[in-house]
């Protein structure tokens, strides 16, 4: 499976952008798919997923209530809409697929292919 991310870009604080994943080459409806973001000089950290099954989206507190992911699978794409975005959200956004279970769906260990990555740049 190969995963394309695209959609970041320079935005001010309070403003939004949707990034997006676009998978080709697997059964994109078989995988779940995340996304994990790495500020500078941080490590790489969890965001959200979208398991294959469907249903909503699992997040990480930070984002909770600000970020939307979902997925289309005719598209073979998942979106993660970012609102009320801050400087602390400034980062490389990385989108994910695999087939974790649920306990370890945060992990990013759990994920076979990875995209190269958006970036977000927030500024105050």
């Known amino acids: 499976v190969q995963l394309q991310a695209s959609g970041g870009g320079l935005v001010q604080t309070g403003g939004s952008l949707r990034l997006s994943c676009a998978a080709s080459?697997?059964?994109?409806?078989?995988?779940?798919i995340s996304w994990f973001r790495q500020a500078p000089g941080k490590e790489r950290e969890f965001v959200s997923f979208?398991?294959?099954?469907?249903?909503?989206?699992t997040y990480a507190d930070s984002v909770r209530g600000r970020f939307t992911a979902y997925r289309d699978n005719a598209k073979n794409t998942v979106y993660l809409q970012m609102n009320s975005l801050g400087p602390e959200d400034t980062a490389v956004y990385y989108c994910?697929?695999?087939?974790?279970?649920?306990?370890?769906?945060?992990?990013?260990?759990?994920?076979?292919?990875w995209g190269q990555g958006t970036l977000v740049t927030v500024s105050s």
């Open positions: 979208n398991r294959y099954s469907g249903g909503t989206a």
């Open positions: 994910a697929a695999g087939r974790p279970i649920l306990s370890t769906a945060r992990k990013m260990t759990s994920y076979y292919y």
């Open positions: 080459g697997g059964t994109f409806s078989s995988y779940t």
